[in-house]
């Protein structure tokens, strides 16, 4: 079968697209009469190339902003829930690949870094998931050999795709430009989707008897990555990053995990979260628990988190309001930034304009060695 996201799918919906259209307005002629006959062709014609035409559309949009990656994702056959496997902790974490990264200084790792594609397990929650691990150059540098990193973990929308923060998002060279500029720290970026249980939006909970997504990200994960990379320990070097889900999941991983972010950055995100047809239920139907994952409820109720937020927004997206809601609700220690643009919305266009202004306030709310701040 056709992968849903190849060219040679879309290149199919197209021609018959094509073909389609050209066959109505030949036929159109022919179907100008007044019997039922004609009446039920040009109604066929015209539905039939409407429908081609916007499965060739979906096809296309779907591949560039990585809705569903496959038949079975989009369908939502992609089979129950995972089955926990217990591994050793050297099993935790996997390097299945390697892709190089092209700058104006070249290609060479020690130069524009390098991006690996990982498979990380997590012994505290059982999860699973792949994802991509940008290092910068410093870390193949000699006078780095024994240097530890920051690490910036990066999550994706809902649904979303990992591959697209490389490709369309452009993490890696945007965080690559912020070094080189001296705006932030050489730090390890993680790449990944929030969603790791088929394809169920689990908005990064704990759900009662069910997937633990935040103890994947905030347990799990950073002990696994510290099994293969030269990764800061300190909560203080870590940040979470993320769009829409992504972001969401970011700023709640710092508030309720401080110990494990100390930072953390959210584009266009929403700031609660409630049971709908991706999610399932959430919260095994209890409203405190529903009430601890509302952002806007613990900034005001909860003992204030020694994290510092960015939140980024724009005058006419649908999270405004809200994000002024966060402003009025946090307190010290919790320190809280806003990037506000005049227009935007939620879109790949309007993060690109908030990554390398929300780099450089990272740059300056990671704790890191001193050798890594004159580099």
Known sequence: MLALTGTPLQIIACVLALLAFVATIWLWPKLSGKGWKALLGRLGAFFGTQVLVLVAMGLIANSYFGFYTSWTDLLGTAGGPGTVVDHKPSNALSVTGEQKVYSTQGSAPERSGLIQKINLTGAQSGLSTSGYVYLPPQYFQAGYAKQQFPMALVLTGYPGTAEKLITLMQWPTTTLQAIQDKKLPPTVLVMMRPTLVSNRDTECMDVPHGPQVETFFTEDLPKALATGYRILPAASAHAAMGDSTGGYCALKFALRKPDAYGAAVALSADYSVSNDPTTGDLFGGSA???????????????????????????????NYKATQEMVGAFKAPTKLSTITLNSGGHNFHTWSREIPPALEWLGHQLSVPAALTAS
Do not use: G, H, M
């Open 288 to 318: 405190q628990l529903k009430q601890e994952n509302d952002l806007v409820w613990r900034l005001r109720n909860a003992p204030a988190a020694p994290v510092s937020l960015l939140l980024a927004t724009s005058y006419n997206e649908d």
